[in-house]
């Protein structure tokens, strides 16, 4: 009994054993355990430009769409795409017979309401006369009855008609008036089928460029109106200047301003960069997407400077763009730069919870406990506010095989580089890569492996 009360007892110390020097072995205790890998860089001064990149059309900035007054078939069309013209060129013709024959009509209708207007005038001029002949025999016949020269039933038929004299005058002088307003009316109507007729014929209203064409002779387009603005028939467009619209986040679009410089990138020109300027940012914001997934955007134009193009000008075309209206682009509009500032790679920066401003929440009495009134919902709401974030910026400094966690402000970054205001000397040594172990897996203290950043990404394939 004793001799195998001897072997449990050597067979159990043999697996603590065991399990002890495993565990040790991990730990680096012995020289061979998994130390972290990691990559350095130094801390330099660098110069950073910040960026906004969007992406967006190439348009022209000046582009006008030309749609008819009138509806019709379209009978000319003087112009292709592509087009140079001149403010008052005639582009197009549309069937102008219609508009003929109500102008016509027109014309005949006003000539016979100034003959109406003429009969008019010279009735009231013939009653006119009536009544000076009743008025005068109706003055005799007054006197002569006021001298009982005459019989009462005389002078009432005298004293009617002067009445009716004057009746028919004041007759007479409104159908004067009513000719003058159709004539009016009938000048107006001819005004208006004159216009019609004057509108078959389409001009240019400013100088430029036809950069799309809708219809072709024969097809029939709808005049503009109060509640459609009609069948685009073309565009003239200014192609000596264009610029980019892009839609820029939320939360990007307070740090763009007016005249930022930008560089742009146009598919249609690789390796290439292009410089521009924003001209024009929106007020209002495009949301797309429904209610749970919504995404706010704010478009911002920006002019592409003619001087970062001139190589790919036309000497024969000087004033066309050598982009075209809807080619796409992105652009990466410069925000702010700093120069000479201590910077590190952008991927060194973590954040960690900050565990003393935590217990120091934990301490400390937001929400006041002499509030009966208050309920736990309110209570919790009022804590939020009182609440303030608790992530804090950190870098871990390689130091002799070991890491030190040490608390950093940051300021502007770029693609690549961050500002470091706060937290680290120049020439010191941070932890670059890789991206996890910084992020997840390294703490203060930690024996780390400083080994080339090529060797972080070698995959040991199983023979």
């Given at each position: 009994?004793k001799?195998?009360?001897?072997?449990?007892?050597s067979?159990?110390?043999?697996?603590?054993?065991?399990a002890?020097?495993?565990?040790?072995?991990?730990?680096?205790?012995?020289?061979?355990?998994?130390?972290?890998k990691?990559?350095?860089?130094?801390?330099m001064?660098r110069?950073?430009?910040?960026t906004?990149?969007?992406?967006?059309?190439?348009?022209?900035?000046?582009?006008?769409k030309?749609s008819p007054?009138?509806s019709?078939?379209?009978?000319?069309?003087l112009?292709?795409?592509?087009d140079e013209?001149?403010?008052?060129?005639?582009?197009a013709?549309?069937?102008?017979e219609?508009?003929?024959?109500?102008?016509?009509?027109?014309?005949?209708m006003?000539n016979?309401?100034k003959?109406?207007?003429?009969?008019s005038?010279?009735?009231?001029?013939?009653v006119?006369?009536?009544?000076?002949?009743?008025?005068?025999?109706f003055?005799r016949?007054?006197k002569?009855?006021?001298?009982?020269?005459?019989?009462?039933?005389?002078f009432d038929?005298s004293?009617?008609?002067?009445?009716?004299?004057?009746a028919?005058?004041e007759?007479?002088e409104?159908?004067?008036?009513?000719?003058k307003?159709?004539?009016?009316?009938s000048?107006?109507?001819?005004?208006?089928?004159?216009?019609?007729?004057t509108?078959?014929?389409?001009?240019?209203p400013?100088?430029?460029?036809?950069?799309?064409?809708?219809?072709?002779v024969g097809e029939?387009?709808?005049g503009?109106?109060?509640?459609?603005?009609?069948?685009?028939i073309m565009?003239?467009a200014n192609?000596?200047?264009?610029?980019v619209?892009v839609?820029?986040n939320?939360?990007d679009?307070v740090r763009?301003?007016l005249?930022?410089?930008?560089?742009?990138?146009?598919?249609?020109?690789l390796?290439?960069?292009?410089k521009?300027i924003v001209?024009?940012?929106?007020?209002?914001?495009?949301?797309?997407?429904?209610?749970a997934?919504?995404?706010?955007n704010?478009n911002?134009?920006?002019?592409?400077?003619?001087?970062?193009?001139?190589?790919?000008?036309?000497?024969d075309?000087?004033?066309?763009?050598?982009f075209r209206?809807?080619m796409?682009?992105?652009?990466e509009i410069q925000?702010k730069n700093?120069t000479?500032?201590?910077?590190v790679?952008?991927q060194?920066?973590?954040?960690?919870e900050d565990?003393?401003?935590m217990?120091?929440l934990?301490g400390?009495k937001?929400?006041?406990?002499d509030?009966?009134?208050?309920n736990?919902?309110?209570?919790a709401?009022?804590?939020?506010k009182t609440?303030?974030?608790?992530?804090?910026e950190y870098v871990?400094?390689?130091k002799n095989?070991?890491?030190?966690?040490?608390?950093?402000?940051?300021?502007?970054?770029?693609?690549?580089y961050?500002e470091?205001?706060?937290?680290l000397q120049?020439?010191?040594?941070?932890?670059s890569?890789p991206?996890?172990?910084?992020?997840k897996?390294?703490k203060?203290?930690?024996?780390?492996k400083?080994v080339?950043?090529s060797e972080?990404f070698?995959?040991?394939?199983?023979k």
């Amino acid at each position: 009994m004793k001799k195998k009360k001897i072997i449990w007892i050597s067979v159990i110390a043999g697996i603590i054993l065991l399990a002890v020097l495993v565990v040790a072995k991990k730990k680096g205790v012995f020289g061979g355990g998994d130390i972290e890998k990691v990559s350095t860089e130094f801390v330099m001064k660098r110069n950073i430009t910040e960026t906004v990149s969007a992406s967006g059309k190439i348009q022209p900035e000046k582009e006008i769409k030309i749609s008819p007054y009138i509806s019709g078939e379209v009978v000319k069309l003087l112009v292709k795409e592509g087009d140079e013209v001149k403010q008052g060129q005639l582009l197009a013709e549309i069937d102008p017979e219609i508009y003929k024959s109500s102008y016509e009509q027109s014309m005949a209708m006003l000539n016979g309401q100034k003959a109406g207007l003429a009969t008019s005038k010279a009735n009231l001029a013939q009653v006119k006369a009536q009544y000076a002949n009743a008025k005068t025999s109706f003055e005799r016949n007054e006197k002569l009855y006021k001298q009982q020269a005459i019989s009462a039933s005389d002078f009432d038929a005298s004293k009617a008609s002067y009445e009716s004299a004057v009746a028919q005058v004041e007759a007479a002088e409104q159908n004067v008036e009513a000719a003058k307003f159709n004539v009016s009316s009938s000048e107006a109507s001819l005004k208006q089928s004159k216009e019609n007729l004057t509108r078959t014929s389409i001009y240019a209203p400013a100088n430029g460029t036809v950069s799309k064409l809708n219809v072709e002779v024969g097809e029939r387009v709808t005049g503009a109106s109060q509640f459609s603005s009609g069948t685009e028939i073309m565009r003239l467009a200014n192609l000596n200047s264009m610029e980019v619209n892009v839609s820029v986040n939320e939360n990007d679009i307070v740090r763009v301003k007016l005249n930022d410089t930008s560089l742009i990138e146009v598919d249609a020109y690789l390796n290439r960069k292009f410089k521009g300027i924003v001209t024009e940012i929106a007020n209002t914001a495009n949301t797309t997407g429904n209610s749970a997934d919504q995404v706010t955007n704010f478009n911002v134009k920006i002019r592409i400077l003619q001087d970062s193009y001139q190589d790919l000008m036309n000497p024969d075309k000087p004033n066309i763009s050598p982009f075209r209206p809807g080619m796409s682009a992105t652009v990466e509009i410069q925000t702010k730069n700093v120069t000479d500032v201590m910077t590190v790679p952008i991927q060194s920066v973590t954040t960690r919870e900050d565990t003393a401003m935590m217990k120091k929440l934990a301490g400390k009495k937001d929400v006041k406990e002499d509030q009966p009134d208050m309920n736990d919902d309110e209570k919790a709401v009022q804590a939020k506010k009182t609440a303030k974030s608790t992530n804090v910026e950190y870098v871990f400094i390689y130091k002799n095989g070991t890491v030190v966690m040490q608390k950093v402000k940051t300021g502007v970054q770029d693609n690549s580089y961050i500002e470091i205001k706060e937290g680290l000397q120049d020439k010191d040594e941070v932890i670059s890569g890789p991206y996890t172990a910084i992020t997840k897996k390294l703490k203060n203290g930690d024996k780390v492996k400083k080994v080339d950043k090529s060797e972080l990404f070698n995959i040991k394939m199983d023979k």
